[in-house]
């Protein structure tokens, strides 16, 4: 059993058992807890921390855990922050477009569901796919570096921006490159350094939820631009930036999130003229270039490999293809919008640690990288056919116009006239949790559609009954 099911396990065992004992009352030794349920040391103590964040228990070095005293009434009362409403708003009055934060679509995709809920819904490899070894042994190893726990470089350890730069062609170089804390606050950055509160920008529709969300909270307006099985359509791209005078289009080249897409090899120039003629900037997330599928065949390079006039600014990280918690990412940029990132970089984050980084790089430059990224391919193509097959059979009337050869979700479009939030309601009462499509348009979609992930369940077992209950949840809302 993995550990942090063990964990959970043990911590819903003792919950039940705390009635036993009267407030005040000390619970049995981590080594009886040890010898009873036979596991680690470890969980143990994880379990007792994992009680005591919810004041269920109280541990007391040297002592051990007693059940917490019962909270009482004579609690001061919380004070008013109602005083708060008026204040935000109050800023609103004077923004362009006001900034209000709404981080649905990101937490769909991050908040685990409740046990025993199918999780086609995560954004994650799940742990079974992740290298935890090669990860640990990186780690490890990153400890004892000399220096590893000093304050590295602001732009990144010289050696993990090299790293990085070697995919993008001859044109970028290490001093092009700065390492982030992940992608998400590699978009952060490039969207707050490229355009000013209330400038529109350019996106791609539908589109990745999380990056929809940094740019209203920057307070931009993000546009939509049609997408299809090809990418983006170019010739809407140009009237959109006709249209709106945007500086800035953020683009999803390689197996777009949701739709899966690549953008076409016709298009690929199209965008770059496109953009350079309206004296843009292309941001171009490469997220899931390491999720590649067995069967993909060659992948095409990023644009910023085709890119002589600085017109990308490029997007990647390696969170996608180990573990949340890896969170190293990078930007490269060339021209005096570097300088501009490198600022609002230092600004936000002065640096990412330097242990991390450290351990970033010790794990690709181990030969378990590349085994890793084979094994992945092999069970994201694998994953990928066994959930595609089940719904062709299972669920005829879910539409699924693109199959994609990388990433890690399918995007399916519902019958007309199916409200999108009544089948997620019913899905997850038939516990399998789904992420809903309306998140993924910033104006109105001209579908229900649902993003359904096979790479954070626990295997291919798990993907049948998920689409078991599915199909038990569309019977209850369509009939």
């Given amino acids: 059993m993995q ?19 009267s407030p005040g009352g000390k619970l049995p030794s981590s080594r009886a807890l040890v010898e009873r349920y036979r596991v680690s040391p470890v969980t143990v103590s994880r379990a007792l921390a994992r009680l005591a964040a919810e004041g269920l228990v109280v541990t007391r070095p040297g002592a051990g855990a007693f059940r917490a005293q019962p909270r009482t009434d004579t609690a001061p009362a919380p004070g008013d922050t109602s005083w708060q409403e008026v204040t935000l708003s109050a800023d609103a009055a004077t923004e362009l477009v006001p900034r209000a934060v709404d981080a649905s679509g990101v937490l769909a995709t991050l908040a685990a569901p409740p046990p025993g809920v199918v999780e086609f819904n995560g954004g994650y490899l799940h742990a079974s796919l992740q290298p935890e070894r090669a990860m640990a042994a990186a780690l490890a190893r990153a400890g004892r570096r000399p220096g590893a726990w000093g304050r590295p470089p602001t732009d990144g350890l ?28 590699a978009l952060t950055t490039a969207l707050r350094a490229l ?29 939509p631009v049609p997408v299809d099985s090809r990418g983006v359509r170019t010739e809407l791209l140009a009237a959109a930036f006709k249209a709106t005078g945007a500086r800035v289009f953020v683009c999803q080249p390689l197996f777009q999130n949701p739709t899966g897409a690549v953008l076409s090899p016709e298009r690929r120039p199209d965008v770059l003229r496109i953009v350079r003629e309206a004296g843009a900037f292309v941001v171009e997330d490469d997220f899931a270039r390491r999720l590649v599928h067995e069967d993909a065949g060659p992948l095409p390079s990023p644009l910023a490999a085709d890119d002589h006039d600085g017109v990308v600014v490029h997007v990647s990280s390696l969170t996608k293809a180990t573990s949340p918690s890896l969170r190293v990412g990078m930007l490269a940029a060339r021209g005096p919008v570097l300088e501009r990132l490198r ?45 595609t097959a089940a719904l062709s059979l299972a669920l005829p009337e879910l539409s699924l116009p693109y199959i994609p050869s ?32 309306r998140p993924y348009f910033c104006a109105e979609p001209p579908a229900g559609y649902v993003r359904l992930s096979f790479a954070g369940v626990a295997g291919h077992a798990e993907i049948a009954e998920g689409v078991r209950r599915l199909r038990k949840a569309c019977d209850e809302v369509l009939g």
């Fill in 406 to 437: 990388g990433g890690y979700h399918l995007w399916l479009r519902l019958p007309d006239g199916t409200d999108e939030a009544t089948l997620l309601s019913a899905a997850l009462r038939a516990g399998v949790a789904l992420a809903p499509g």
């Fill in 3 to 21: 550990e942090r099911s063990s964990v959970a396990e043990l911590a819903d065992s003792l919950k039940r058992e705390l009635d036993r004992y």
């Fill in 195 to 223: 355009a000013p509160p209330g400038a529109p920008v350019l996106v791609e529709s539908p589109t990745y939820p999380g990056m929809l969300a940094i740019a209203r909270a920057a307070g931009l307006r993000p546009v």
């Fill in 343 to 387: 600022a609002i970089h230092v600004v936000d984050t002065f640096f990412v640690p330097r242990p991390l980084q450290e351990a970033a790089l010790e794990l690709v430059g181990s030969p378990a990288w590349n085994r890793h990224l084979r094994a992945v391919a092999a069970e994201l193509k694998a994953r990928r056919d066994t959930t």
């Fill in 158 to 185: 010289p050696e993990l921006r090299e790293w990085f730069a070697r995919g993008l062609g001859d044109s970028i170089g290490a001093a092009d490159v700065l390492i982030t804390a992940g992608g998400q606050s």
